[in-house]
């Protein structure tokens, strides 16, 4: 009997670890012994390969795969779509790498030992729906954006340095209008220091302008998929299209895979870290983790609360009268919202229809 038909019976365990042109997997059994590894490219011919290959060992418990967002995230969709389990592995331990070394063989087993423990148990998002679309318009505007303000920031340093008559033409202006009359400079051929100025700044201008027409057809693009995605979630004081958006893409397009408010708390960064020990027990810290730009807008839907909205208001007045400071009453807020955006996004439980 060969180790194929030895292990054909029994249950496994697949990890793998993820890269551009190649992943590589490893079969582990039930008591976490390494029963083969495997190298394959990264098509659908490869990800087939390694289904066979696995299937070969026994019945399929799970794939621990790393980097189920990046470079695994299309042989996850695969073995979805598939029928299997898929369980996001997260990064190689850094104590157990420096003890034992590091190689792609390694990572994929310390991925199937991750699964087998019970320590790597997160749903990786599922990418199929509008949830990943934001997502992905998102990193075109969020640069779009960004390059956009570093246009005008530019601009404005080198109109530090234009003639005392652009200057004051310019001194005050808004950020669309600035833009509008340095793209309409008609500068001279290269002469001088003062011509090559005149250049820059309607090159810049013209710059900022198409990105800012860019930036606005994005977020229109933005607000059309969150508005079909999940309209409920502007329903609640403070959360415009942009936090909604952010709840979304951290959400993904299956929102069950987080089993409880606190988990997407945990997820963005705003439950607090137990930091007690003996005689201190008890204390907590900030949790300088999660989702940073969820946990801004979050921040940003408090802010608006605080200042506009008056049952938030009445709720300040009354923590602050309690001794709360504006940053302990701030996390407070931050947890509410959270956990208001929960059951926002939840999917509706189905009804079974009974017969009559």
Known sequence: MDNNEQHRSGHVVIGVDTHKHVHVAAVMDTIGGILSTLTIPTDTGGFQQLLDWA?????????????????????????RRAGHKVVEAGRPDRR??????????????????????????????????????????????????????????????????????????????????????????????????????????????KRWQYLDAEARELTKMIAELVHRAAPQLLEPFGIGVDTAAEILVVAGDNPERIKSEAALAKLAGIAP????????????????????????????????????HQPTIDYVTRRTAEGKTKREIIRCLKRYVIREVYHLIRPAPRTVPTAS
Request: proline letters at 3%; zero cysteines; hydrophobic letters at 40%.
């Open 55 to 79: 299937g070969s060992y026994g019945r399929i418990l799970a794939f621990g795969i790393e980097g189920t967002g990046s470079y695994g995230a299309t042989l996850a969709s695969f073995l």
């Open 96 to 205: 157990l790498r420096r003890m034992n070394g590091k190689s792609d063989t390694l990572d994929a087993e310390n991925a199937a030992r991750a699964v087998l423990a019970g320590f790597a148990t997160a749903t990786p998002k599922s990418a199929d729906g509008e949830a990943e679309m934001i997502r992905q318009l998102k990193i075109a505007h969020d640069q779009a954006v960004e390059q956009r303000s570093a246009a005008m920031v530019t601009m404005k340093a080198m109109l530090v340095h234009a003639p005392d008559l652009l200057r004051n033409e310019t001194a005050g202006k808004t950020q669309i209008a600035l833009a509008r009359r340095l793209a309409g400079l008609r500068p001279r051929q290269l002469e001088g220091p003062e011509d090559a100025l005149r250049h820059a700044l309607r090159t810049l201008a």
């Open 273 to 308: 870290v137990p930091t007690g020990s003996g005689m201190t027990s008890g204390r907590h810290r900030i949790n300088h983790g999660g989702h940073r730009q969820l946990n801004a807008a979050i921040y940003r839907t408090v802010i608006v609360r605080m200042r506009f």
